[in-house]
């Protein structure tokens, strides 16, 4: 089984791009963040003509996360992290597909920090801490795949010193990551590859993705009883704000540096 991540920063803006990687590619589930698109608008029947069943939650303007597999319809089991009822905002999907319980997340930016916006990440980081912990209880085949909006470690950003007060890179969102990871999560990529420069994001702006001046943001943790034979994820870049994605497998021990020219489509 192939599952993938993908900010795509306007489900129905990229659509075409986004319709392309899964002819091109194919995985076989797809975790989709920033949909920025209500509930009504998601694009159901264009990604059913290209072979994927479908569940979201749509918010207008912001937000909103979807989840697609291939040739089949992804079981809902939860919407919504717990913890906290009037949380409105549309950043957690999770769904069964072929015995494997897939959590399609997209963490608060939190910044700027301190202040409101980074509390709200923090509260929602320990609620997600909370749940992954309840999940692991379970024994069953999990995957915690999205942005999390956290650089892990000063491997992850090709400055750490321009980083130190963005809320992606302050301790306090580190140590969520690291919390996760001590439960008994793994960082898929860092489990194959625990010293190479991998990025997931790049900026628009000063020619960073031909740079790769990026970061690590966009994660895939493995519960333990997925270990043997996973590999660590693909990142797939490009040079824009949104669209990044990265892909793990189940099996085998596939795993390629991303193309620069090929990879640099227009959003």
């Not at 159901?44 to 909103?64: C, F, P, T, V």
């Not at 031909?210 to 590999?231: E, M, N, Q, V």
């Not at 793990?248 to 489509?265: D, I, V, Y």
Request: glycine share 8%; hydrophobic share 40%.
């Amino acid at each position: 089984m192939r599952i993938a991540t993908f900010n795509v920063n306007g489900v129905n803006g990229r659509l075409p791009v986004l319709l392309r990687w899964l002819e091109e590619t194919r995985p076989d589930v797809v975790c989709l963040q920033e949909l920025k698109a209500p509930q009504e608008r998601f694009p159901a029947e264009a990604i059913e003509r290209a072979g994927y069943g479908a569940i979201w939650a749509g918010q207008k303007s912001w937000n909103g996360v979807a989840m697609l597999a291939r040739g089949a319809e992804p079981v809902e089991i939860r919407r919504g992290l717990p913890g906290d009822p009037e949380d409105l905002q549309s950043r957690y999907l999770e769904a069964a597909v072929e015995g494997v319980l897939v959590a399609c997340l997209y963490a608060p930016n939190g910044n700027p920090a301190p202040g409101p916006k980074f509390d709200y990440k923090l509260a929602w980081l320990a609620r997600l801490n909370r749940h992954a912990a309840e999940l692991l209880k379970t024994r069953t085949p999990a995957v915690l795949a999205g942005d999390f909006n956290i650089i892990p470690t000063e491997l992850d950003v090709y400055k750490p010193e321009r980083w130190v007060d963005d809320a992606l890179f302050r301790p306090e969102s580190r140590a969520a990551f690291e919390a996760l990871l001590g439960q008994g999560w793994r960082d898929a990529l860092r489990s194959l590859h625990p010293a190479e420069r991998i990025f997931t994001f790049w900026d628009y702006f000063r020619n960073a993705f031909p740079r790769d001046s990026g970061l690590r943001i966009d994660h895939l943790l493995l519960s333990p009883t997925l270990r043997r034979g996973s590999s660590a994820p693909a990142s797939i870049g490009m040079s824009g704000a949104g669209p990044r994605r990265a892909t793990t497998r189940r099996s085998g021990s596939n795993w390629t540096r991303p193309a620069k020219a090929a990879e640099r489509r227009p959003a």
